[in-house]
């Protein structure tokens, strides 16, 4: 049985990746090909971010009553995340490569502390919550 801890850590791991092979051509002066892995790190990510709030968070708080623990710093932490995108994507459209490697670094501080805090806490803790209906749950959010 597939878990939402081994899941959604693994769609961590693909969002890293994307971000690191971006992170990686836009530091050697590839625009092109860095403005295409971006655009797909971002849309992964935002992707990732929807399925947490649009099916994980909500049926963890409903089966919890937990509606103002980690599911809400999870919240704050995709704000500023998707704030951080943007003016990462701002960096790219101007080819401004300092602004663009500053902006990941913080980034890349976030998403890791980000990550820890749902892989070691919050997806156990869905996992447990959600019991047997992770499956049904993981099926749902594969369709957004």
């Known amino acids: 049985m597939t878990t939402i801890t081994e899941t959604m850590a693994r769609d961590h791991r693909h969002c890293d990746e994307l ?20 655009e797909a790190f971002r849309n992964t990510t935002e992707n990732h971010f929807s ?15 937990q ?6 710093v999870m919240r704050m ?5 998707r704030q951080l995108m943007a003016d990462m994507e701002d960096a790219v459209a101007h080819e401004d490569d300092e ?21 070691q806490m919050l ?4 996992d447990q919550a959600y019991a ?4 049904s749950a993981l099926k749902e959010m594969k369709m957004i």
Request: zero cysteines.
């Open 132 to 135: 047997t209906d992770a499956e």
């Open 51 to 65: 399925m947490e709030e649009g099916v994980l968070f909500p049926g963890f708080e409903q089966r919890t009553g």
């Open 99 to 119: 602004r663009y490697l500053g902006l990941s670094e913080t980034m890349m501080m976030v998403m890791q502390q980000h990550n820890m805090k749902e892989e």
């Open 67 to 72: 509606s103002m623990g980690p599911t809400q």
């Open 19 to 38: 971000f690191a092979e971006a992170e990686e051509l836009i530091a050697q002066g590839d625009w092109e090909q860095g403005r295409e892995k971006f």
């Open 123 to 126: 997806y156990p803790m869905a």
């Open 77 to 81: 932490e995709h704000v500023q995340m």
